[in-house]
């Protein structure tokens, strides 16, 4: 039989749609306009899925996003996803979901024997169990990450796509139920450029369920007129299928639309979801109130939901979710819900634990045969996948204690409420101040922040004309804040619901407290499994703080936030220690409001959109040559460039053997470049470099290190005075940015008389380093610029033309080798490049890439900036206090070499390392000690900073940082490596080769 | 996430700044005058004010000029923006 459970009319499905979908592989038919809860519900499915500790069966709770229970795996393959809420799916054709956190079934569920083990699971059971020794928490990474969810994760790579959007408004409202529809409508009217959000996929909210009238329509008809007017705005803008996921200062605030989810095939000209960046004048609040559930024992059966939830149900999806219905209540709102059951043929039975009804609400009981039990309580509900009996006892008032018999009547739904919870979260997010409401017995808005409103519900409001009317007030007024009015005002003289929500006399919690022992099963925490049981230990054992409770007990950590069980929980904690809600706090909300995917969040940064990819102007032609590549930043360097079947050694072996005996290339244009200019250069770089500048020469270059004012190294490079009052400067290709920064940084806040300019060139110029033995009768070739020993020294620099382009040569050298560094437009650089490789052939000029770079440069002890360096190294340790200029009176980092922790003599300083074995190449970063011991702590006197198989040398090499270094030349040490082995090094000079730099002189 | 006027671009998202901390502590003119726990001070101490605090930003993805906000660290809230140089707004 299908959709047993849905009555012939009414609601806001479509009867003549027929929707086939599957669940637990077993096809059922829904409606259009259904949700997979509702459709489940229609065909008297109850048992959605199993509880997350104790694999209780759990059925459907609620009818929106706060729901705990009723999460499910949706859909296949790539596009699974786990812990979606049945209750906010909508059902398309060929839709599949299904149960999760249970094998081999959700009817048999093997992890249920948990649910009789529940003495061994109390709150805190993680903390208490996994705690010591240390070295199982790989063990208990394994069961802990494997008890952390409910559902699966796809494993494939998810292959739609989400955009992101950024939108500016006047005025955002969230929430499109009676008062946010009024506020839009105020805000609208006045023409202010206005974004209403809804999570729902059609506007109304509450007024969709409920029997109200507002001016002689009932609400779903005037809903669907002002609809119909805010439409026609153009100043107004409806999202559908959107939460408001965060909201964060100044309105800024993001959402999350769902564009295609909810239909059998995703578009491909379409995103699936859009993510909306929005920053608004004004925020009007108008998220409504969540119904709170009951605290009472076996509270969580299938079978058991909210009344607001179960109206929903009846009314909008037309699904009569049972026909013998227990409600239990502490207020008169509740009581609609019974009397719309009651007249659709449903028998219903009312529990109320207040003594008083109104007698207004007992005769409209009698009319529909409801029979009330004043007075009472549910104390314990009966039946496994779902309930079928629940039992009742009086509650005598004033001692809080159950008396009278025990009373047990067969069910097979039962409806609670305990009164509404406005939805403070967003407001919370903000860093709004909540208050507690004595009657409401729940948290409200107290102090709003600036250009924000709360309205209705969602202010703890509940009478339908005030709502309106306030609202419609609140959107006014934010209208004529903004300069605009409306021209017309709110004509509404009458609106009323059928039974208001006034205020709930009754705790919110439960009643017959004095039942719940160890492994009871009260649940406050439906998600979480948190039982009241759980609370009362929590507190027993000293975790008093809300935010203690909360992380000891887990309560409110699910997916949900704790939207149905927070406020539950702490007035389970006010009973405890007997003191006001307001006393006890409560914890902090934060975003994101509802679980979010992350694919919506990244966008479309992902793949080769996620980081930029900086690439120079030989690029393609590495790529064509074979080059491995290394990421050093953004840049795109070729790594090396192995020939045939060469590994990386092979390739860089050969590489270095080219610069040193004949000609190599390097494609170094991504060395960051900075062009100086202003009549205050000199004076400046004197500043800037810890060497002095004013006497450079134009056409001369010189080696700088630049220091930050602690006295540590923080970048090296070449800078050159290409005229009068014009500097070319070079950074390492890593701190470009931050170079120039720090420049800015003192010429704008410091030295603001001085004339500077400072303009970044890396990408203008391309830089051909061509290095070895060769490289002088090669260039000139190809160059109308005598570059003769004489007529062009070492550090100097000259323009001319290179290969017919105009060019700058600079005569320096970071392979200890004769070099020379073609600068030409970046526009021109493959052009030269392709010329040099088609003309070096006959010195066989080999291609080199960062690899071959670095054994070059390690060969002649040349220091890396950030790899020899850390950010704790001073010039001098690193045996460059030549470079430290005792004249200049004053430079940044200068003061700080006489404090007396750089002024030590025993710092660690750099020096050269060769391994006694001639053969093992230690790993870079590997601890040096004095004495090994079998295993660690040891002490450590450094660490190996640069380590290569070197060559030229045909052995090791490696450079390290180690106290007293300097003072320890020939001494042994170990380096213990992670494999246990222990290897002998002896302390060298860290010039490894040529050390009197008698070649690049050549 | 703040909205920020920029002295010389105007509003625009904090996405486009960056803060580099406390303002107003000069780089004192003569260092090697200074003694050690002077140098220090100047390196180290920050005001690490509740309220009212005077700190520099600059404009990295726009105009990239250094300037001055003053921002009240309980609220949030910025209450002045002002270019390098100029004198700080009372609070
Ligand atoms: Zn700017």
């Not at chain 1, 609670?416 to 409200?444: A, C, D, T």
Request: glycine share 8%; net charge neutral; proline share 4%.
């Amino acid at each position: 039989m299908s959709n047993q459970n849905r009555i012939y009319k009414g609601g806001r499905i479509d009867r003549d749609q027929a929707i086939n979908f599957k669940f637990n592989g077993k096809e059922y038919i829904g409606y259009q306009g259904d949700t997979l809860a509702s459709a489940l519900l229609a065909n008297d499915v109850h048992l959605i899925g199993r509880s997350f500790k104790y694999h209780r069966p759990r059925g459907i709770l609620t009818s929106g996003s706060e729901e705990p229970n009723a999460l499910v795996q949706l859909g296949l393959g790539a596009r699974t996803e786990p812990n979606m809420r049945a209750t906010e799916i909508e059902i398309y054709e060929g839709l599949e979901a299904s149960s999760q956190n249970c094998w081999p079934s959700v009817n048999f569920d093997i992890g249920s024997i948990n649910n009789f083990l529940s003495r061994v699971f109390p709150a805190g059971f993680y903390y208490k169990t996994f705690m010591w020794p240390p070295s199982l928490w790989l063990f208990y990474e394994h069961f802990i990450r494997k008890a952390a969810g409910l559902g699966v994760a796809p494993t494939a790579k998810n292959p739609d796509r989400y955009e992101q959007k950024f939108h500016y408004c006047d005025i955002l409202v969230v929430g499109a139920g009676a008062s946010g529809l009024m506020s839009a409508l105020a805000a609208g009217r006045s023409g202010c450029d206005v974004l209403l959000i809804d999570e729902k996929h059609e506007p109304g909210g509450y007024l969709r369920n409920i029997s109200a009238k507002i001016d002689n329509l009932n609400s779903n008809d005037w809903t669907n007129e002002i609809l119909k007017e805010l439409e026609s705005y153009e100043n107004v803008t409806i999202l559908n299928r959107t939460a408001v996921m965060g909201y964060y200062d100044y309105n800024y605030l993001t959402a999350l639309q769902k564009v295609t989810n909810h239909l059998p095939y995703l578009s491909d000209k379409m995103p699936r979801e859009r993510y909306w960046r929005i920053r608004a004048k004004k925020v009007i609040l108008a998220q409504g109130a969540f119904e709170r559930p009951l605290v009472f024992s076996g509270n969580d059966r299938p079978g058991i939901m909210l009344a607001s939830a179960a109206r929903t149900y009846l009314n909008q999806f037309g699904v009569l979710p049972g026909k013998s219905v227990i409600l239990f209540t502490n207020n008169d709102h509740a009581y609609g819900t019974a009397i719309d059951f009651a007249n659709k043929g449903a028998k219903v039975t009312i529990v109320d634990n207040r003594e008083d009804i109104p007698s207004e609400l007992s005769d409209r009981c009698n009319k529909v045969k409801i029979k009330i039990y004043p007075s009472h309580s549910i104390i314990n509900t009966q039946g496994y996948q779902k309930v079928k009996k629940v039992e009742i006892q009086k509650v005598d008032q004033d001692n809080n204690e159950l008396t009278g018999s025990l009373r047990e009547i067969e069910c097979d739904l039962v409806l609670m409420s305990g009164g509404w919870n406005p939805s403070v979260q967003l407001f919370s997010q903000s860093r709004g101040k909540l208050e507690y409401h004595s009657k409401l017995n729940s948290f409200i808005p107290k102090d709003l922040i600036k250009n924000q409103k709360v309205v209705g519900c969602n202010n703890g409001d509940f009478n339908l004309l005030e709502v309106l009317k306030n609202s419609y007030q609140a959107g006014l007024d934010f209208a004529t804040e903004l300069g605009k009015s409306a021209n017309k005002s709110l004509e509404i003289e009458t609106a009323f619901e059928d039974l208001e929500f006034t205020e709930a006399k009754v705790e919110p919690y439960m009643i017959g407290k004095k039942k719940v022992t160890h492994g009871s099963k009260h649940f406050v925490d439906f998600q979480h499994d948190v039982t009241a049981a759980d609370i009362f230990l929590a507190q027993r054992e000293g975790y008093i703080s809300v935010e203690h409770t909360k992380r000891y007990t887990t309560t409110g950590m699910g997916t949900d936030q704790g939207k149905t069980s927070n406020v539950n929980a702490l007035a389970l904690m006010s009973h405890i220690h007997d003191k006001p809600v307001d006393n006890i706090g409560h914890t902090t909300f934060r975003p994101p409001y509802s679980p979010q995917t992350i694919g919506a969040i990244a966008g479309r940064n992902v793949d080769h959109l996620f980081d930029p990819e900086r690439k120079t102007a030989i690029h393609q032609w590495h790529v064509d040559n074979g080059a491995e590549f290394e990421d050093v930043g953004q840049w795109k360097r070729p790594h090396y460039f192995p020939q045939k079947n060469e590994n990386i050694h092979d390739a860089v072996n050969r590489e270095c053997r080219a610069v040193r005996n004949s000609l190599g290339i390097l494609d170094a244009s991504t060395l960051g470049k900075i062009d100086l200019q202003g009549p205050d250069v000199a004076k400046f770089l004197n500043l800037i470099y810890t060497n002095a500048w004013s006497k450079l020469e134009i056409g001369s270059c010189r080696y700088g290190l630049m220091c930050n004012e602690h006295g540590m190294v923080f970048d090296d490079g070449v800078t050159t005075r290409i005229s009068e009052n014009r500097y070319h400067m070079t950074t390492t290709t890593g701190g470009a940015a931050r170079v120039m920064s720090w420049l800015e940084e003192f010429l704008q806040t410091e030295w603001l008389d001085m004339e500077v300019f400072c303009t970044s060139v890396t990408e203008q110029w391309t830089v051909l380093s061509i290095s070895g033995p060769n490289s002088r009768e090669f260039l000139s070739s190809l160059t109308d610029i005598d570059i003769s020993k004489e007529a062009f020294p070492f550090m100097k620099m000259k323009e001319g033309k290179v290969c017919g382009i105009d060019a700058r040569i600079f005569r320096i050298s970071f392979t200890g080798e004769l070099s020379f560094e073609i600068n030409v437009p970046s526009r021109y650089g493959l052009f030269v490049w392709n010329e040099f490789m088609k003309h070096g052939k006959k010195y066989d000029i080999t291609p080199y890439g960062t690899e071959s770079m670095h054994v070059l440069r390690a060969e002649k002890g040349f220091i890396i900036v950030g790899q020899d360096t850390d950010g704790s190294v001073t010039p001098k340790d690193i045996n460059m206090d030549w470079i430290v200029s005792k004249k200049k009176e004053d430079f940044l980092g200068k003061r700080s070499f006489s404090r007396s922790d750089t002024r030590r003599t025993d710092r660690k300083q750099l020096v050269g390392l060769l391994v006694n074995d001639k053969k093992t190449v230690l790993p870079e970063g590997s601890y040096v000690v004095d004495e090994a011991k079998p295993r660690p702590p040891m002490d450590m006197i450094g660490h190996v900073s640069s380590s290569y198989y070197s060559p030229t040398c045909d052995h090791p090499i490696a450079l390290a940082l180690i106290k007293n270094g300097l003072n320890r030349m020939g001494d042994v040490v170990k380096i213990p490596l992670m494999s246990g082995k222990v290897i002998d090094a002896t302390i060298t000079d860290s010039i490894f080769y040529d050390k009197e730099g008698a070649r690049n002189n050549e | 996430m703040f909205v920020i006027k920029c002295p010389y671009c105007g509003e625009r998202d904090q996405t486009e700044f960056s803060c580099h901390g406390e303002a107003h502590i000069a780089r004192p003119e003569n260092p090697e005058t200074l003694t050690d726990e002077e140098w220090g001070e100047y390196l180290f101490i920050r005001s690490n004010k509740k309220g009212i605090h005077y700190e520099r930003w600059t404009h990295d993805h726009g105009c990239r000029r250094w300037f001055n906000v003053m921002r009240d660290t309980v609220s949030d809230e910025i209450l002045a923006t002002y270019k390098m140089g100029e004198e700080k707004p009372k609070s």
